[in-house]
């Protein structure tokens, strides 16, 4: 069984540190969902999903990359902090689901990369099966 979504989870709490290293003022909802995030992966508050997260990636035979994109997304279904912290992250006051932005950036894949812009092209399996949706009509890197 991967560890992906632990590596997820990190690269969402790095995006934080790196966030607050440069000074950017995190509302105090951030603060309190990264705690909480941090202390539950501490203790396995991704375990119970790591098996069901495995199942649908290989059902929907994803490459690398759009199951880091997935496992990115799903952070914000499967943990409450996530959520909170992907909102703040992407510029919200509270809870919401990641940008494409956000999603590239917690799974390591460069925004250049053309690996990446596949994975989220409309015809490509992440979004035609409906696992990955994007919401809004700006830039893609925004949606």
Same mark, same amino acid.
């Given at each position: ?5 632990d590596?997820?989870?990190?690269g969402?709490? %790095? &995006? =934080?540190?790196?966030?607050? +290293?440069?000074?950017?003022? %995190?509302?105090?909802?951030a603060? @309190?969902a $990264? ?6 992966l501490? /203790?396995?508050?991704?375990?119970? $999903?790591?098996?069901? $997260? ?12 759009? +199951?880091r ?6 952070? @914000?279904?499967?943990?409450? &902090?996530a =959520? /909170? ?7 919200g006051?509270?809870? @919401? +689901? ?11 894949? *460069? ?6 812009? !596949?994975?989220? @092209? *409309?015809? %490509?399996?992440?979004?035609r ?6 919401? #809004?009509? #700006?830039?893609?890197?925004? !949606?």
């Open positions: 069984m991967t560890r992906l979504l590596d997820l989870a990190a969402l709490l %790095a &995006a =934080y540190d790196l966030r607050t +290293r440069n000074r950017w003022q %995190a509302p105090a909802a603060a @309190a $990264y705690e909480a995030f941090r202390g539950d501490a /203790t396995g508050g991704l375990d119970p $999903y790591r098996e069901r $997260y495995d199942v649908l990636a290989t059902r929907l035979a994803l490459d690398s990359v759009q +199951r994109l997935l496992g990115a997304g799903l952070l @914000a279904e499967i943990h409450p &902090a =959520y /909170t912290l992907m909102g703040v992250l992407t510029g006051d509270g809870a @919401a +689901r990641p940008t494409a932005a956000l999603a590239l950036e917690i799974a390591q894949v *460069p925004t250049s990369d053309g690996l990446a812009w !596949r994975a989220l @092209a *409309p015809d %490509a399996e992440l979004r099966s409906g696992a990955v949706s994007l919401s #809004g009509d #700006g830039v893609l890197l925004s !949606r």
